[in-house]
């Protein structure tokens, strides 16, 4: 096959304003993931790392990390002196932007166990890297992409959970997904930020779309929120505690 991939590109068109994606077999006998960009095709594994590659033995830059991080406690009895250099936190970063690539797809796709899978991962890298980069600017660079990711694995185990016919868990899920942004909102010192956020209007709209599809025993769902409102209060939990108060009021109650 020669290096020109003009015919490949003629048979599948780019179309503006879409994700173009679609699952092909590759030469391996395994599926394949191919994002269609207007200069031309993405392709991702749909398992492991999205290059196919396993750097430093491992799954992933994030997975050796992990690893390292675990040994580190293990020989030293706690996580004190650990910490991830400027390199690595920039390779953590560049390795991130490829499973955010395969998960947008994989939405597209409707694969939402791999959306979930994916985004808990790149939360993970977050999460690493706010409490172990060297510098305060890789501990802080990746947090605004918090809401989005916690966004899009919300949005995922919801619409898994529909598509099992799941619709209380799936408002579960929105609700969880919420609280989250309304702690990062909190923890950044942005009070406002969470009203405003798209974040939170897509999954807020997306819970509004649920609300009439519950069982008619709505009684029984009216009780079951009052008596967790009763517990996020007596725990002090005031950010559930204000979700389900919405919630209340979307059920008319």
């Given at each position: 096959m020669g290096a020109d991939l003009s015919k490949l590109l003629q048979d599948w068109p780019y179309e503006p304003g879409q994700i173009n994606v679609r699952v092909i077999q590759g030469d391996d006998g395994e599926a394949k993931i191919q994002l269609r960009l207007d200069l031309g095709i993405m392709q991702m594994e749909v398992d492991g790392r999205p290059d196919?590659?396993?750097p430093r033995g491992s799954e992933s830059l994030l997975d050796h990390?992990?690893?390292?991080?675990?040994e580190h406690e293990a020989e030293?009895?706690?996580a004190q002196g650990?910490?991830?250099?400027?390199?690595?936190?920039?390779?953590?970063?560049?390795?991130?932007?490829?499973?955010?690539?395969?998960?947008?797809?994989l939405m597209v796709l409707e694969d939402y166990e791999g959306v979930v899978r994916d985004t808990s991962r790149n939360?993970?890298?977050?999460?690493?890297?706010a409490k172990y980069a060297e510098t305060e600017a890789d501990r802080s660079i990746l947090e605004q992409f918090r809401p989005y990711i916690t966004m899009m694995r919300a949005k995922a185990l919801a619409s898994q959970a529909i598509k099992d016919g799941e619709t209380k868990a799936a408002l579960l899920a929105i609700e969880e997904g919420l609280e989250a942004l309304r702690q990062y909102s909190t923890e950044t010192g942005q009070p406002d930020w969470f009203e405003n956020a798209p974040e939170v209007q897509m999954l807020r709209g997306m819970r509004s779309e649920l609300v009439p599809k519950l069982p008619t025993s709505a009684p029984t769902q009216s009780g079951e929120l009052k008596r967790r409102l009763q517990q996020a209060i007596a725990s002090e939990n005031y950010e559930l505690a204000a979700i389900l108060r919405?919630?209340?009021?979307?059920?008319?109650?």
């Open positions: 196919g590659q396993r990390h992990e690893a390292m991080l675990d030293n009895g706690s650990f910490v991830l250099s400027e390199d690595d936190c920039r390779e953590l970063r560049e390795e991130a932007v490829q499973y955010y690539h395969r998960y947008v797809c939360l993970r890298v977050l999460d690493l890297c919405d919630e209340l009021r979307l059920i008319g109650d």
